[in-house]
């Protein structure tokens, strides 16, 4: 099985800052994508930002030049780097990998960790 889990949330004043960790485990082959996403209190969930296998990023409008999403790949880890906080930023962050699991491409999947809140407030 695969296993993603997230730690880094917490409380955070505004214009503070959080890093956020997710390790993937489990029979994992290779890992393409891996993202970050985020979901508010009445909201639909939404994505974050998105690193590929190769290092290419994209981000959401609302968080760009913020926050930094990186990863390790010997590790099979990502870290999402968030700065500035705002509290609009409030949310339950998800972290996602695009995976195989062997080299059967059949084996393809879309793993998600179970969430860690992030809440900026003062």
């Known amino acids: 099985q695969v296993q993603l889990v997230e730690s880094g949330g917490g409380l955070v004043q505004p214009g503070g800052s959080l890093r956020l960790s997710c390790a993937a485990s489990?029979?994992?082959?290779?890992?393409?994508?891996m993202g970050w996403y985020r979901q508010a209190p009445g909201k639909q969930r939404e994505l974050v930002a998105v690193?590929?296998?190769?290092?290419?990023?994209n981000y959401a409008d609302s968080v760009k030049g913020r926050f930094t999403i990186s990863r390790d790949s010997a590790k099979n880890t990502v870290y999402l780097q968030m700065n500035s906080l705002k509290p609009e930023d409030t949310a339950v962050y998800y972290c996602?990998?695009?995976?195989?699991?062997?080299?059967?491409?059949?084996?393809?999947?879309?793993?998600w960790g179970q969430g860690t809140q992030v809440t900026v407030s003062s």
């Open positions: 489990g029979s994992i082959f290779s890992i393409n994508d």
């Open positions: 690193i590929t296998s190769g290092g290419s990023t």
């Open positions: 996602n990998a695009d995976l195989l699991k062997s080299w059967r491409s059949s084996s393809r999947g879309v793993y």
